[in-house]
């Protein structure tokens, strides 16, 4: 007998991209800052786009940012835009690309005070969806509500990346720290 998944999963049965995303990192608690701003990256290019987009580009997304690596992000400058607008492999958009930048220049300035991106994520948590949008929109750019929702959900910060007959439901749940179970 096979277990009920999330209903976005059922509806692309032989997709070679969302099941593996779905079963080892929709909805996991991600501890290192580097993968965070990935996610929160990824998040702001998928906007307009559909999903299956971003995991089909995301090595390629890795390779045009240095690893996700938020100190060299943040250091881009006029060249490293031009060669983002000019990479096929990846999202061009003006906008997006400014973004991954500014972001990074943004997390650094959280790392001084906070520690981490993550201590940051941690010490606002638990906030209402609406409260999150706020402060990301405060802090952020190109981060309105349904980025901010998948980015949070994604990451294990509010709930709804599983359906709870979800057979993967249980298994992040388990690895939220107790603090985070709210």
């Known amino acids: 007998m096979s277990h009920p998944y999330c209903d976005y999963c059922n509806s692309h049965p032989e997709d070679t ?3 593996p995303y779905h079963d080892t990192q929709y909805g996991f608690p991600i501890n ?3 993968l965070l701003f990935e996610r929160l990256i990824l ?6 786009l559909s999903w299956i987009t971003i995991l089909k580009k995301a090595d390629n997304f890795r390779k045009a940012y240095h690893g996700f690596n938020i100190e ?4 881009y400058g006029e060249k490293d835009r031009a060669r983002l607008l000019e990479d096929a492999g990846i999202i061009r958009n003006k906008l997006k690309v400014n973004a991954a930048i500014v972001n990074a220049q943004k ?3 959280l790392k001084k005070e906070h520690g981490s991106f993550k201590a ?3 010490k606002n948590h638990p906030l209402p969806k609406e409260e999150w949008v706020k402060l990301f929109k405060k802090t952020f750019v190109f981060t309105g509500g349904e980025i901010v929702n998948e980015f949070l959900m994604s990451t294990g910060y509010l709930a ?7 057979p993967i439901y ?11 179970r709210k």
């Open 72 to 75: 060299k992000v943040a250091k």
């Open 17 to 19: 991209f969302n099941k």
């Open 120 to 122: 940051w994520l941690d």
């Open 32 to 34: 290192d800052d580097d």
């Open 160 to 166: 709804g990346a599983h359906d709870e007959s979800c």
């Open 170 to 180: 249980r298994k992040v749940a388990s690895l939220r720290p107790a603090w985070m």
């Open 107 to 109: 997390i650094l300035e």
């Open 43 to 48: 998040e702001i290019n998928q906007a307009g």
